[in-house]
């Protein structure tokens, strides 16, 4: 079970007032909402880890993905992976899919420069933050076929579900991205 404190109310939607809340964080409520996208979202303490999810993940109903930020050896091209959280990541199963060779995990002044979040943050949602498309963004195939899909907004004091759909057709179009399919 998980070692966090996590607030056993599920909300539906945004948070009542954007106290204590940073700007990042609100600014994916606001484009959320803007899309009409329905979610429903858990508070709790920092979760750096997916074990550390593993209540979230109770409390949501689904399985929050692990989010891995990439970068090849030159740092010249950035990815943001998405994958499910029971499955390991081997750096040649994907470096032959994408066509890239000696990926690495980015360091966290990357991710904070090009999403706007910074280590155990990694999100989908930080796409918004990338609007010259530096980051590519891939998805496991097991990812994409669940029918829900849960993400931190930003900030790993929260965690949100929503349809795996709307994040594909609604929110992947509004911020300007295309997701690469892989099977790990």
């Known amino acids: 079970m998980s070692s966090i404190y996590i607030d056993p109310q599920v909300y539906t939607g945004r ?17 959320l909402d803007e899309l009409r996208i329905p979610y429903t979202r858990v508070d709790h303490e920092v979760a750096m880890t997916i074990e550390e999810c593993q209540g979230v993940d109770q409390l949501l109903g689904i399985e929050i993905c692990k989010n891995l930020v990439l970068c090849n050896a030159q740092k010249t091209k950035f990815y943001l992976l998405l994958m499910p959280g029971d499955k390991q990541f081997k750096t040649k199963d994907l470096s032959k899919q994408i066509g890239s060779s000696r990926l ?59 349809k795996t759909e709307d994040m594909l057709e609604k929110f992947l179009p509004a911020v300007h991205h295309e997701a690469i399919f892989v099977k790990l």
């Open 15 to 31: 948070p009542v007032s954007p106290e204590g809340r940073l700007e990042k964080e609100m600014a994916v409520y606001d484009l």
């Open 104 to 162: 690495s995990f980015a360091p966290a002044e990357y991710m904070e420069k090009l999403l706007n979040v910074t280590p155990g943050s990694a999100t989908v949602m930080a796409l918004m933050n990338d609007p010259h498309n530096q980051v590519q963004l891939i998805i496991d195939e097991d990812v994409a076929a669940h029918e829900e899909f849960g993400c931190h907004p930003c900030i790993n004091t929260s965690s949100l579900r929503m």
